[in-house]
C-alpha cells in the first residue's frame, strides 16, 4: 500500500503562500512545474526516486500475473478435468480434456501415434443392463510454451442404448493427479445432466 502523508511544514508553506497572495497587488503569473527527470534505463531500483520506483515494481508485477494468468485463451487448471458424453442412434461418443501433467506426461509434448491412444484405454466404462463395445479411440493436443493439454475422446456402439443407464469413470484410479471433473451427458432429445466428479463419486446417471 502506498500511503501520501502531508507534514506540518507543507501545511506552514502553503498557509505563508496564502498570505503574500493575498497582501500582494496581484498574483504572480502561473509558471509550469519542471518536467519530471528521465531514468536511464540501467538505473538500479535502488537509486531511483520512490515514486518512480513503486511504479516500476507495479508494472512488473503486473506483467508476471499476465503471464502467468494466459495459456492459449483457457482456464489451466492442473487436477481438473472436463468430460463430454452425447448419444447419437446407437453409439455413445465419450471425450475427456484435461492438461498433460493429470497424465503424469510433460506438458511441452503432446503423445502421438499408437502409443498415445493407451490413454484412452479404460478409462469409462457403460452402465446398464445391455452390452457396448468400443468402436473407435482418439487423442488430440495443443501446447502453449511450458503448458499443454490433450483430448482423450472414445466412441462405444451399444446393442441396446435405452437401457444404459449411466457412465462409469475410471480415470481418477488409471491417473491419480486427476482430482476432479466437471462431466456433462447431452441426450439425443436434448437431456442434460451435469455433475462434478471426484475420487469418491465417480458415475455420472444419465436420468
Not at 471425450?95 to 493429470?102: E, F, G, H, I, T
Not at 503448458?147 to 441396446?160: D, I, L, Y
Not at 491417473?175 to 439425443?188: S, T
Request: proline share 9%.
Amino acid at each position: 500500500m502506498i500511503s501520501i502523508r502531508f507534514w506540518p511544514v507543507a501545511a506552514i508553506s502553503v498557509a505563508s503562500l496564502m498570505g503574500l497572495a493575498a497582501c500582494s497587488p496581484a498574483a504572480a503569473p502561473y509558471e509550469p512545474p519542471p518536467p519530471a527527470p528521465e531514468i536511464p534505463a540501467d538505473t538500479a531500483a535502488a537509486d531511483m526516486p520512490e515514486s518512480v520506483a513503486v511504479t516500476a515494481a507495479v508494472a512488473e508485477l503486473e506483467e508476471a500475473h499476465d503471464d502467468a494468468e494466459g495459456h492459449a485463451g483457457e482456464p489451466h487448471v492442473h487436477g481438473g478435468g472436463d468430460l463430454a458424453i452425447t448419444r447419437e442412434d446407437d453409439f455413445l461418443t465419450v471425450s475427456l480434456d484435461a492438461p498433460l501433467a493429470n497424465f503424469g506426461l510433460s506438458e511441452t509434448k503432446v503423445p502421438e501415434g499408437p502409443k498415445a491412444e493407451k490413454y484412452a484405454e479404460g478409462i469409462v466404462e457403460p452402465v446398464g443392463p445391455t452390452t457396448c463395445e468400443e468402436t473407435e479411440r482418439s487423442i488430440t493436443g495443443r501446447t502453449d510454451g511450458s503448458h499443454g493439454a490433450m483430448t482423450v475422446s472414445v466412441v462405444w456402439r451399444c446393442k441396446k442404448i435405452d437401457r444404459v443407464e449411466g457412465m462409469l469413470v475410471h480415470v481418477f484410479e488409471l491417473y491419480p493427479a486427476f482430482e476432479h471433473i466437471d462431466a456433462i451427458y447431452l441426450g439425443p432429445e436434448g437431456q442434460q445432466v451435469a455433475k462434478e466428479l471426484t475420487p469418491n463419486d465417480t458415475e455420472i446417471d444419465f436420468d
